[in-house]
């Protein structure tokens, strides 16, 4: 049986980049419901003693879409903090620059890929195997582990991660969430192997 994630912040530390609001119904009803469902399905699917990232390489249809939707949001909201932390001079930072010329670029496409996905789903920087990164587009609850990467950060583009704070402007929330990302996560993922 899965839980729902404990938050490593309080409720309104997101604020104002995700409001108290949003976290309550993002965190509280919607990533409550995918590991509701998903405990629904499990008895008897064979995959009761599998972790979340076996189940999502696994599993197909109704436990592939929750599994993967509380891996995402697990990866999600465990890589904020209240003010964000600063991307340190490091092994990331400087594979970064190497690819993309600066992290500003980076964010730039970043946020373009997230803007551009055809309706629901997340924007993901991911590392190869030979250490290099990739940024995907990943529909519905996908997430780059199915293709053997190694998912470092993410971005929510589903509408009910934004639409009480930002309404329909996806880019202006895309924007605003590097204030709060917790790049010292980030690195940590990088970091570890896998
Ligand atoms: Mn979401």
């Excluded at 789903?121 to 609850?141: F, M, N, Y």
Aim: with cysteine; glycine share 10%; proline share 4%.
């Amino acid at each position: 049986m899965f839980e729902l994630i404990t938050l490593p912040y309080g409720s309104k530390d997101l604020e104002p980049v995700i409001s108290a609001q949003t976290l309550s119904f993002h965190h509280g009803k919607h990533l409550q419901g995918y590991v509701d469902n998903l405990n629904k399905l499990l008895p008897g699917s064979g995959m009761e003693a599998d972790s979340l990232e076996l189940i999502v390489c696994k599993a197909s249809g109704g436990m592939f879409n929750n599994a993967g939707q509380i891996l995402n949001h697990n990866l999600y909201f465990t890589q904020f903090c209240k003010g964000g932390s600063p991307l340190k001079d490091g092994f990331l930072k400087s594979q970064i620059v190497k690819q993309w010329g600066s992290v500003e670029e980076f964010q730039k496409e970043f946020v373009a890929k997230g803007v551009g996905l055809f309706g629901s789903g997340w924007v993901w920087l991911s590392a190869k195997k030979d250490g290099s990164l990739v940024i995907t587009q990943e529909p519905g609850a996908e997430n780059p582990i199915t293709e053997g990467l190694k998912p470092l950060l993410t971005f929510d583009v589903w509408e009910h991660a934004y639409y009480l704070d930002y309404q329909n402007r996806r880019a202006a929330q895309l924007e605003a969430l590097w204030q709060i990302v917790d790049w010292s996560v980030i690195e940590e993922r990088y970091a570890k192997n896998w």
